[in-house]
């Protein structure tokens, strides 16, 4: 049985504040309230989620959520779900988020939209989703015709809501975490220059028009007076082994402010991750390359000539 709430999760919690803006939203049409989960080992901050606009946030703290695992972060959303009896789940499209929502979705009984681009009740309440296709080349519309409702969402889909004084109630929840079957061995941090890559303002990236390894300096240097994060197409990461991560359907989904794509020829598969970037400069010596087609501003030209001319103009007008 479920309720007019709208329980909103996610592990980042950027993007826990940004669902929460659509949450308000629904919970306004349907009349119900909005519901926060916060989990974690020593859970502080709980009181932000109400000025962005939940009315309510259930904490669990509990050791065994320290670190991600999914069955008792499974059990975590489940024990919120059981609470809250919400119309409406939706969840951060992170990689953990995704393997969380799948799991949630099968203990419920009921369906999962999974990296929705727009979401809207219908008439009859239900939630219905827009969904990347064919490698982001199409949308397709698809309804949940099953309660509780669950998307994921990725980052940046939503906007967050102006920060206000509201104040919510802060709910603590036991939670008996059973044990798992998976023993983690080893930790390992990624390193700084693999981290914030979805979450960066400006992003330079590299593709097949870089002939050598060593002239990637040409992106470090023009990605240094921008401040920006470098990043790839998966030939680049994949193939060559020059880098360990790239942007793409397979790799990361990136929205920055300001994409600057050099020597990337622009396939579905890259277009589908660069698809939210709200600025899109190429450059490419191929003036048919679908990169241009896609972008705000186009730079015919050999990235040999260019970055370096770019970078020098840049650093004068940045002075």
């Not at 919400?86 to 393997?99: D, F, N, S, Y």
């Amino acid at each position: 049985m479920t309720s007019n709430n709208v329980l909103v999760f996610s592990e980042d919690r950027e993007i826990g504040f940004q669902l929460l803006a659509k949450g308000r939203e629904f919970a306004d049409k349907l009349g119900g309230e909005v519901y926060a989960l916060v989990v974690g080992l020593g859970v502080t901050g709980a009181h932000e989620h109400f000025e962005y606009g939940a009315d309510k946030v259930y904490v669990i703290d509990e050791a065994r959520l320290a670190h991600f695992e999914v069955v008792p972060y499974r059990e975590a959303v489940l024990k919120a779900v059981g609470e809250a009896e919400p119309h409406v789940l939706l969840i951060g499209a992170t990689k953990r988020g995704k393997e969380l929502a799948a799991r949630v979705a099968a203990a419920l009984d009921t369906g999962c939209m999974t990296e929705c681009v727009g979401l809207e009740l219908d008439e009859e309440g239900r939630l219905k989703a827009e969904r990347l296709t064919y490698g982001g080349s199409s949308i397709s519309t698809q309804v949940s015709n099953k309660e509780p409702h669950i998307a994921t969402v990725r980052s940046r889909v939503f906007e967050k809501m102006v920060p206000s004084k509201k104040e919510g109630e802060a709910v603590k929840l036991d939670l008996k975490v059973p044990e798992s079957r998976v023993r983690i061995v080893e930790r390992k941090e990624k390193t700084k220059g693999d981290m914030g890559l979805e979450e960066a303002p400006v992003i330079v990236s590299a593709g097949r028009g870089f002939k050598e390894k060593d002239d990637l300096k040409l992106l470090e240097e023009i990605a240094e007076v921008l401040d920006a994060k470098i990043g790839c197409t998966r030939p680049i990461a994949a193939d060559l082994g020059w880098m360990e991560e790239w942007i793409g359907i397979s790799g990361h989904k990136i929205a920055p402010k300001l994409y600057v794509a050099c020597g990337v020829s622009g396939t579905i598969q890259h277009a589908a991750g660069i698809r939210d970037s709200q600025i899109i400069v190429s450059i490419n010596s191929e003036e048919g390359a679908n990169i241009h087609e896609l972008s705000d501003y186009s730079i015919v030209g050999d990235l040999y000539a260019v970055l370096p001319a770019l970078t020098k103009a840049l650093k004068e007008k940045l002075k």
